[in-house]
């Protein structure tokens, strides 16, 4: 049993680049966004809390508690500043992160984030959480996947291997229940959005059938929102070299300080 959580690091350099999964994956799943940055940065891949070698991590389930526990992990590494990447589920921990502790999120990247607008596709998350073969995680990934994505099989196969730990499918099935309840779920407020400063990504494949992309909709003017034709919701996977070249992208932008109402009333 694993009570810890797990982080997989790669490269060397001055700058460190935390990568957050989504829902029902682990820290492999950035594999081929991480090869074309570990050159020049120091990437630490999580498994969120309930996945993978972070299975046993106590009270798994809610972002809260991974926003938590990666904040923790990384004062245990004496890591003062990041830059921070989330996808989905991870994108909802990611920016829960960057509102608990700014001073540590030198940059933000979010790819279909969750937490964005009430909107979810529970029955395909719930029926992800139950799949266990190779064919049937297949099949929620194509559903899952923009109209020209690549083959996953090789994702397939890592997170089939993933859910042949005892008690990790039973503990997908949990979670998806708790995140997709009434088919609805949790919303971070767009007024405490107003409160981060750091720069700020939002990337959105224009064929998600999970998280509609309009939850990108009205985000504060000092977001950057970047709209991936006919890509789905599993961006790592479809675009790679893509999402490496925003990630660096946003890395190199300045934040810009908030307006002075919204910087009286965070203090």
Request: hydrophobic fraction near 45%; proline fraction near 7%.
């Amino acid at each position: 049993m694993i009570s810890s959580l797990h982080a997989s690091e790669q490269g060397a350099g001055s700058k460190t680049i935390v990568l957050l999964h989504g829902f029902g994956g682990c820290s492999d799943v950035w594999r081929d966004v991480i090869a074309p940055l570990s050159p020049s940065a120091r990437t630490l891949a999580y498994d969120l809390p309930g996945h993978g070698l972070s299975l046993d991590f106590p009270d798994a389930g809610p972002a809260k508690v991974a926003a938590r526990a990666v904040l923790a992990d990384l004062a245990a590494r004496r890591v003062k500043r990041i830059h921070l990447v989330g996808h989905s589920m991870g994108g909802a921990v990611a920016t829960l992160m960057a509102l608990a502790e700014p001073e540590k999120v030198a940059s933000l990247t979010l790819l279909a984030p969750g937490g964005f607008g009430p909107e979810i596709n529970g029955p395909l998350l719930r029926r992800y959480a139950g799949a266990q073969s190779p064919s049937e995680i297949l099949a929620c990934l194509a559903a899952m996947s923009g109209p020209r994505a690549r083959p996953f099989d090789h994702i397939a196969d890592t997170l089939c291997e993933m859910r042949k730990r005892p008690g990790q499918s039973e503990k997908l099935v949990e979670i998806a229940a708790a995140m997709t309840r009434d088919d609805r779920q949790g919303v971070i407020p767009r007024e405490q959005l107003d409160r981060l400063a750091m720069p700020v990504m939002v990337v959105w494949g224009s064929d998600d059938a999970v998280l509609p992309f309009t939850q990108a909709d009205d985000l504060p003017v000092r977001f950057h929102v970047h709209h991936v034709l006919e890509a789905g919701h599993m961006l790592i996977e479809e675009a790679p070299d893509l999402i490496a070249s925003i990630i660096r992208r946003n890395m190199n932008r300045r934040a810009r300080p908030l307006r002075p109402k919204l910087a009286a009333a965070a203090s």
